[in-house]
């Protein structure tokens, strides 16, 4: 079993649709926890970071369920803009506070 | 903004080349990763350092070095290259501390070997 798990799509959504990605990691002891985005040929960038209690940025909400050992990332009203992959990221411990990430979710969101 | 360059955005060697790939990070940040990303694998870790001259092995290290001089420098080494090298190279620096694990990627090296 992967240690980070991602439906890797593709999701192809309308514009203006609300979309939702899960996440899931093996490893209980995983404390932080990331969603990155990565557009075509490009580097991750950090989209947010996930919080226990839940967080929201603008149209975008990240939850986490440490029982069930998933995050998910939820996207209101989608933008052509927001086509890209996502990344999901946790730690895993270590000297450096390595992340494991996910191989990601193809989002295309259509006209 | 943190930034975090790497050498070359393309590459083009030929098997049993040494290949230099470099990454600096302006922001003074202790970690540094290298990874590589494959389509259908995601990234994959192939060595960190969290000091200067120090590292440690990732996920894939075979076949890889790296070094580690200076704190904003780390290079990753492809001591005699390989076609199933190809790929999108990646390096990526992060803090130390509470909000350390917020890594930060350079544009990428694509790699190809012939």
């Known amino acids: 079993r992967k240690e980070v798990e991602q439906d890797p799509g593709p999701f192809n959504v309308p514009e203006g649709a609300t979309v939702a990605f899960n996440c899931t990691y093996s490893?209980?002891?995983?404390?932080?926890f990331f969603w990155y985005r990565q557009d075509c040929r490009k580097e991750p960038k950090l989209l947010m970071s996930v919080y226990s209690s839940g967080n929201e940025d603008g149209r975008f909400t990240a939850q986490l369920n440490r029982a069930s050992q998933y995050i998910s990332l939820l996207i209101r009203d989608s933008k052509l803009s927001d086509s890209a992959t996502y990344l999901c990221?946790?730690?895993?411990?270590?000297?450096?506070?390595?992340?494991?990430f996910g191989s990601g979710t193809q989002l295309t969101v259509l006209p | 903004d943190v930034k975090v360059t790497q050498s070359s955005r393309y590459l083009v060697k030929r098997t049993g080349e040494k290949v230099f790939l470099e990454c600096v990070q302006d922001m003074d940040h202790e970690n540094m990763f290298w990874y590589r990303q494959d389509p259908g694998l995601g990234l994959r870790l192939i060595y960190f350092?969290?000091?200067?001259?120090?590292?440690e092995k990732g996920d894939i290290p075979e076949g890889y070095s790296v070094s580690r001089e200076k704190k904003e420098r780390f290079s990753l080494i492809l001591e005699s290259a390989s076609t199933n090298q190809t790929s999108m190279y990646l390096c990526a620096s992060s803090l130390i501390g509470r909000s350390g694990e917020t890594q930060y990627f350079g544009p990428g090296t694509r790699l190809l070997v012939l």
């Open positions: 490893n209980s002891a995983s404390q932080s």
């Open positions: 350092s969290y000091d200067v001259k120090m590292k």
């Open positions: 990221a946790v730690t895993q411990g270590g000297s450096a506070r390595q992340l494991t």
